[in-house]
Protein backbone atom coordinates (compact mmCIF):
# COMPACT_ATOMS: atom_id res chain seq x y z
CA UNK A 1 0.00 0.00 0.00
CA UNK A 2 2.87 2.26 0.41
CA UNK A 3 3.45 2.80 -3.52
CA UNK A 4 -0.07 3.94 -3.44
CA UNK A 5 -0.13 6.11 -0.58
CA UNK A 6 3.45 7.30 -1.49
CA UNK A 7 4.26 6.70 -4.59
CA UNK A 8 7.53 6.52 -6.39
CA UNK A 9 6.41 8.56 -9.82
CA UNK A 10 8.73 6.29 -11.47
CA UNK A 11 7.42 2.88 -10.19
CA UNK A 12 4.02 4.00 -10.17
CA UNK A 13 4.52 4.47 -14.22
CA UNK A 14 6.29 1.01 -14.39
CA UNK A 15 3.23 -0.48 -12.55
CA UNK A 16 0.52 0.84 -14.79
CA UNK A 17 2.33 -0.02 -17.25
CA UNK A 18 2.82 -3.74 -16.28
CA UNK A 19 -0.75 -3.81 -15.81
CA UNK A 20 -1.50 -2.57 -19.18
CA UNK A 21 1.05 -4.89 -20.77
CA UNK A 22 -0.99 -7.68 -18.80
CA UNK A 23 -4.29 -6.66 -20.42
CA UNK A 24 -3.08 -7.05 -23.84
CA UNK A 25 -3.03 -10.80 -24.10
CA UNK A 26 -6.76 -10.77 -24.05
CA UNK A 27 -7.55 -7.48 -25.59
CA UNK A 28 -6.19 -9.62 -28.62
CA UNK A 29 -7.51 -12.63 -28.35
CA UNK A 30 -10.82 -11.06 -27.91
CA UNK A 31 -10.54 -8.72 -31.10
CA UNK A 32 -9.48 -12.33 -32.69
CA UNK A 33 -12.67 -13.76 -31.60
CA UNK A 34 -14.77 -10.23 -32.57
CA UNK A 35 -12.98 -8.50 -35.09
CA UNK A 36 -11.79 -4.88 -35.58
CA UNK A 37 -14.44 -3.21 -33.48
CA UNK A 38 -12.51 -4.22 -30.16
CA UNK A 39 -9.77 -2.44 -31.12
CA UNK A 40 -12.08 0.82 -32.01
CA UNK A 41 -13.74 0.75 -28.78
CA UNK A 42 -10.66 0.38 -26.82
CA UNK A 43 -8.67 3.49 -28.79
CA UNK A 44 -12.24 5.33 -27.79
CA UNK A 45 -12.07 4.08 -24.39
CA UNK A 46 -8.36 4.97 -24.14
CA UNK A 47 -9.38 8.47 -25.79
CA UNK A 48 -11.68 9.55 -23.86
CA UNK A 49 -9.79 8.38 -20.63
CA UNK A 50 -7.46 10.44 -21.46
CA UNK A 51 -9.14 13.22 -22.05
CA UNK A 52 -11.21 13.51 -19.08
CA UNK A 53 -8.24 12.86 -17.17
CA UNK A 54 -6.77 15.79 -18.59
CA UNK A 55 -9.62 18.12 -18.54
CA UNK A 56 -10.38 17.30 -14.54
CA UNK A 57 -6.80 17.84 -13.34
CA UNK A 58 -6.74 21.48 -15.26
CA UNK A 59 -10.15 21.87 -13.22
CA UNK A 60 -8.36 20.89 -10.25
CA UNK A 61 -5.51 22.88 -10.32
CA UNK A 62 -2.76 20.24 -10.70
CA UNK A 63 0.06 19.85 -13.22
CA UNK A 64 -1.65 18.22 -16.23
CA UNK A 65 1.87 16.39 -17.35
CA UNK A 66 3.03 15.26 -14.22
CA UNK A 67 -0.93 13.81 -13.52
CA UNK A 68 -0.82 12.09 -17.32
CA UNK A 69 2.71 10.81 -16.75
CA UNK A 70 1.49 8.17 -14.11
CA UNK A 71 -0.23 6.00 -16.92
CA UNK A 72 -3.75 5.18 -14.88
CA UNK A 73 -6.19 6.65 -17.40
CA UNK A 74 -4.29 4.16 -19.87
CA UNK A 75 -5.07 1.32 -16.97
CA UNK A 76 -8.55 2.53 -16.58
CA UNK A 77 -9.70 3.09 -20.58
CA UNK A 78 -8.39 -0.38 -21.14
CA UNK A 79 -10.02 -1.90 -18.23
CA UNK A 80 -13.54 0.29 -19.29
CA UNK A 81 -13.17 -1.26 -23.22
CA UNK A 82 -13.30 -4.66 -21.83
CA UNK A 83 -15.71 -4.35 -19.08
CA UNK A 84 -18.16 -2.49 -21.26
CA UNK A 85 -20.74 -4.67 -23.95
CA UNK A 86 -19.41 -4.66 -27.46
CA UNK A 87 -21.06 -1.84 -30.02
CA UNK A 88 -22.15 0.02 -26.75
CA UNK A 89 -22.45 4.09 -28.46
CA UNK A 90 -19.59 6.67 -28.19
CA UNK A 91 -21.70 8.59 -25.58
CA UNK A 92 -22.22 5.72 -23.29
CA UNK A 93 -18.59 5.33 -22.98
CA UNK A 94 -18.08 8.89 -22.51
CA UNK A 95 -20.30 8.94 -19.77
CA UNK A 96 -18.24 5.74 -18.00
CA UNK A 97 -15.17 7.15 -18.44
CA UNK A 98 -16.01 10.78 -16.71
CA UNK A 99 -18.47 8.75 -14.12
CA UNK A 100 -15.48 6.83 -13.40
CA UNK A 101 -12.52 9.68 -13.37
CA UNK A 102 -14.51 12.67 -11.39
CA UNK A 103 -17.44 10.66 -9.22
CA UNK A 104 -14.62 7.82 -8.35
CA UNK A 105 -11.32 8.65 -8.91
CA UNK A 106 -10.93 12.78 -8.76
CA UNK A 107 -14.05 13.30 -6.56
CA UNK A 108 -11.72 11.32 -3.51
CA UNK A 109 -9.19 13.15 -3.75
CA UNK A 110 -7.01 11.28 -6.78
CA UNK A 111 -4.73 8.57 -6.77
CA UNK A 112 -5.06 5.83 -4.09
CA UNK A 113 -7.56 7.56 -2.35
CA UNK A 114 -10.01 5.85 -4.15
CA UNK A 115 -12.38 3.04 -2.30
CA UNK A 116 -13.64 1.51 -5.23
CA UNK A 117 -12.25 0.32 -8.86
CA UNK A 118 -13.02 3.69 -11.03
CA UNK A 119 -13.67 1.51 -14.28
CA UNK A 120 -16.29 -0.68 -12.09
CA UNK A 121 -17.72 2.54 -10.68
CA UNK A 122 -18.30 3.63 -14.30
CA UNK A 123 -19.88 0.61 -16.02
CA UNK A 124 -22.09 0.32 -12.47
CA UNK A 125 -23.39 3.62 -13.20
CA UNK A 126 -24.15 3.06 -16.73
CA UNK A 127 -25.43 -0.56 -16.11
CA UNK A 128 -27.87 1.30 -13.15
CA UNK A 129 -28.84 4.77 -15.42
CA UNK A 130 -29.15 3.25 -18.80
CA UNK A 131 -29.58 -0.71 -18.53
CA UNK A 132 -31.87 -1.01 -21.27
CA UNK A 133 -29.98 0.40 -23.78
CA UNK A 134 -26.57 -1.54 -22.30
CA UNK A 135 -28.60 -5.15 -21.85
CA UNK A 136 -31.39 -5.43 -24.77
CA UNK A 137 -33.53 -7.75 -23.61
CA UNK A 138 -34.25 -10.56 -26.62
CA UNK A 139 -37.58 -10.87 -28.19
CA UNK A 140 -39.92 -13.31 -28.14
CA UNK A 141 -40.81 -12.13 -32.24
CA UNK A 142 -39.33 -14.73 -35.33
CA UNK A 143 -37.30 -12.50 -37.24
CA UNK A 144 -38.52 -11.20 -40.57
CA UNK A 145 -37.84 -12.48 -44.09
CA UNK A 146 -35.41 -9.67 -44.47
CA UNK A 147 -33.23 -11.09 -41.61
CA UNK A 148 -34.06 -15.32 -42.17
CA UNK A 149 -31.34 -17.69 -44.49
CA UNK A 150 -32.26 -17.62 -48.06
CA UNK A 151 -34.93 -19.63 -48.54
CA UNK A 152 -34.58 -22.70 -51.00
CA UNK A 153 -37.69 -24.24 -53.31
CA UNK A 154 -39.45 -27.17 -51.83
CA UNK A 155 -39.24 -29.24 -55.06
CA UNK A 156 -36.18 -31.08 -55.07
CA UNK A 157 -35.13 -30.63 -58.55
CA UNK A 158 -34.90 -26.98 -58.64
CA UNK A 159 -31.73 -24.80 -56.83
CA UNK A 160 -34.28 -21.84 -56.96
CA UNK A 161 -33.29 -19.36 -53.72
CA UNK A 162 -34.87 -16.10 -52.82
CA UNK A 163 -32.49 -13.09 -54.18
CA UNK A 164 -31.76 -10.29 -52.04
CA UNK A 165 -34.43 -8.31 -50.69
CA UNK A 166 -33.80 -5.78 -53.08
CA UNK A 167 -34.60 -8.03 -55.98
CA UNK A 168 -37.84 -9.43 -57.38
CA UNK A 169 -38.57 -12.91 -56.33
CA UNK A 170 -41.54 -14.78 -57.37
CA UNK A 171 -44.52 -15.27 -55.21
CA UNK A 172 -44.35 -17.95 -52.75
CA UNK A 173 -47.26 -19.86 -52.98
CA UNK A 174 -50.31 -19.80 -50.73
CA UNK A 175 -51.02 -22.43 -48.55
CA UNK A 176 -54.57 -24.18 -49.35
CA UNK A 177 -57.17 -23.99 -46.54
CA UNK A 178 -58.28 -27.34 -44.53
CA UNK A 179 -61.08 -27.82 -47.26
CA UNK A 180 -58.38 -27.87 -49.68
CA UNK A 181 -55.63 -30.43 -50.81
CA UNK A 182 -52.70 -29.52 -52.31
CA UNK A 183 -49.86 -31.28 -55.09
CA UNK A 184 -46.45 -30.88 -54.08
CA UNK A 185 -45.53 -27.48 -56.54
CA UNK A 186 -42.68 -27.96 -58.23
CA UNK A 187 -41.16 -23.81 -57.52
CA UNK A 188 -43.18 -21.13 -55.51
CA UNK A 189 -43.72 -19.30 -58.51
CA UNK A 190 -45.48 -22.25 -60.09
CA UNK A 191 -47.32 -23.65 -57.65
CA UNK A 192 -50.54 -24.94 -58.49
CA UNK A 193 -53.30 -26.14 -56.43
CA UNK A 194 -55.97 -28.40 -56.18
CA UNK A 195 -59.79 -27.96 -54.78
CA UNK A 196 -61.29 -30.90 -53.41
Excluded at 88 to 96: E, G, N, T, Y
Aim: charged share 10%; glycine share 8%; proline share 10%.
Amino acid sequence: MSLVHRPTPHRLRTLMLLVSLCLLPGTVLYAWQFGTVVWLQTFWCVLLALGFEAGLLRLRGHDVRKGLSDLSWLVLGLILARALPLLVPLWMMAVASFAALALCKHGSGGLGRNRLNPAMVGLGIIAICFYQQLYPAPTNQAPGPSTSVPQRCCCSNCNWRRASASMPSPAPPSWPSASTSRSPPTCPGTATWRVA
